[in-house]
């Protein structure tokens, strides 16, 4: 599920619980919209988490690049 599903549930379980008066026999409508609220903020908050932790780069240690000097070869002269 992701981040929108979430939201919305909170959104349901928000409109369940506070804005209806709905008598259902056995149901109890506003207990069940404050489930959805919790189990939409318990999962907002993971997927805040896990994504969070997705965004961090470990910098990573880069040698120079190796760059060959043609010049090298003829300044330096070898005497055997």
């Given at each position: 599920m992701g981040?929108?599903?979430?939201?919305l549930m909170i959104?349901?379980?928000?409109?369940?619980?506070?804005?209806?008066?709905w008598?259902?026999?056995g149901?109890?409508v506003?207990?069940?919209?404050l489930?959805?609220?919790?189990v939409?903020?318990i999962?907002?908050a993971?997927?805040v988490s896990?994504?969070?932790?997705?965004?961090?780069v470990?910098?990573?240690?880069?040698?120079?690049p190796?760059?060959?000097?043609?010049?090298?070869?003829?300044?330096?002269?070898?005497?055997?």
């Amino acid at each position: 599920m992701g981040l929108g599903g979430c939201i919305l549930m909170i959104a349901v379980g928000g409109i369940l619980t506070f804005a209806t008066d709905w008598n259902a026999n056995g149901f109890n409508v506003p207990l069940v919209g404050l489930i959805l609220m919790a189990v939409g903020i318990i999962g907002t908050a993971a997927y805040v988490s896990v994504y969070k932790r997705r965004r961090i780069v470990e910098p990573t240690a880069v040698a120079p690049p190796v760059v060959d000097d043609p010049d090298h070869h003829s300044r330096h002269h070898h005497h055997y």
